[in-house]
């Protein structure tokens, strides 16, 4: 798979699972007592983040992002379900290489 | 056998896979650019790299994590220096695996010295995961 397209899919994954981590797990513990889903969701999120931003890193030193692109994306991962709002930069890119 | 014994026997086989593709992949990389079959052998590389590599670097991160979760040992000094440093290799291997990508695209631009830069670098890094691992310097 392009490491482009690898960063676009980990990117809809980290922002999903941020979204079930905020929306779904943190109520369910806050207000249900069930803690067993931030434990599960918790290392989920950790893990698609950095996945993210190990792709990141190797599509920055391919050269397939650069300058405002890659600062674009790198900030999108740090930003709550910013990597949603990056996903159509990232799906033109794409369209553009094809 | 309990549950804390097979995750640490996975995160140890994840971690020794991540570590050979490491240190490896990028001298083995370096010494062929240049040569007449070197774009094959490089390519072989890579895809060895994010095949193996990769998938060994995510299953010790996460056997990483249930260990620390199971254990309870998220706030000890010594373990969140080493998540520091876990991730600084994580970058470094991403680092790795794009340099190999241009290498093996445009081998005329290949400057092997910059991957023998980044393993020493991910060597000192898996040096200093190590002593804190083991020796825990700081509780």
Request: proline fraction near 4%; aromatic fraction near 6%; hydrophobic fraction near 55%.
């Amino acid at each position: 798979m392009n490491p482009l397209a690898r960063l676009r899919l980990l990117g809809l994954i980290e922002g999903v699972t941020l979204f079930t981590l905020v929306c779904v797990a943190v109520p369910l513990k806050r207000l249900a007592g069930v803690s067993e889903a931030t434990a599960i969701m918790g290392p989920v999120h950790g893990i698609s983040f950095v996945a993210y931003a190990v792709t990141l890193v190797e599509v920055i030193a391919a050269g397939q992002l650069r300058g405002g692109d890659a600062w674009r994306a790198a900030l999108a991962c740090l930003l709550p379900f910013g990597t949603f709002l990056n996903d159509r930069r990232l799906r033109a890119m794409l369209a553009g290489e094809r | 056998m309990d549950l804390y014994s097979w995750l640490k026997a996975g995160h140890v086989f994840a971690w020794a896979v991540w570590m050979a593709m490491l240190l490896i992949v990028p001298v083995a990389a370096g010494a062929v650019v240049g040569h007449s079959q070197g774009t094959t052998v490089l390519v072989t590389l890579r895809r060895l790299y994010s095949r193996v590599g990769t998938p060994a670097m995510l299953s010790a991160l996460a056997l990483g994590l249930g260990l620390a979760q199971l254990t309870g040992s998220f706030s000890a000094t010594w373990l969140q220096a080493k998540l520091v440093l876990v991730l600084a290799l994580a970058g470094l291997h991403g680092a790795i695996a794009g340099t190999l990508r241009r290498i093996a695209d445009t081998p005329s631009e290949a400057r092997p010295q910059h991957l023998s830069r980044l393993s020493i670098a991910s060597g000192l890094a898996l040096l200093l995961i190590i002593i804190f691992a083991v020796v825990k310097p700081i509780q």
